[in-house]
């Protein structure tokens, strides 16, 4: 009912910059947050950056002033710009929403994207 694509990953150096995007799409009723969550080899997956539908962002202390979380409400689309990429970043980054499809009672559930690979060379 509900799909999340995500694209934007890829190689780059220490100190280097990606987009990340995220377009959901299906019977989408209402999104009330969107995120992204990443998970390195042999750690476990842990949120990263976050948008609710009022704005308001919330990061892993790790990324703050690094990484931006925005959204497009139009395009049902969250991206995450990160800056200054260190390499002990390197994961597999997912995509996650708070999403409430069509439908008798609006049922409301997390759904996630599939994951990109980022991979940050020193």
């Known amino acids: 009912q509900v799909q999340l694509v995500e694209s934007g990953g890829g190689l780059v150096q220490a100190g280097g910059s990606l987009r990340l995007s995220c377009a959901a799409s299906g019977s989408i009723f209402r999104i009330n947050a969107m995120g992204w969550y990443r998970q390195a080899p042999g750690k476990q997956r842990e949120l990263v950056a976050a948008?609710?539908?009022?704005?308001?962002?919330n990061y892993v202390d790790s990324v703050k002033g690094r990484f931006t979380v925005s959204r497009d409400n139009a395009k049902n689309t969250v991206y995450l710009q990160m800056n200054s990429l260190k390499p002990e970043e390197t994961a597999v980054y997912y995509c996650?929403?708070?999403?409430?499809?069509?439908?008798?009672?609006?049922?409301?559930?997390?759904?996630w994207g599939q994951g990109t690979q980022v991979t940050v060379s020193s």
């Open positions: 996650a929403a708070d999403i409430q499809t069509t439908g008798w009672g609006h049922p409301r559930g997390d759904y």
């Open positions: 948008i609710i539908s009022g704005g308001k962002t």
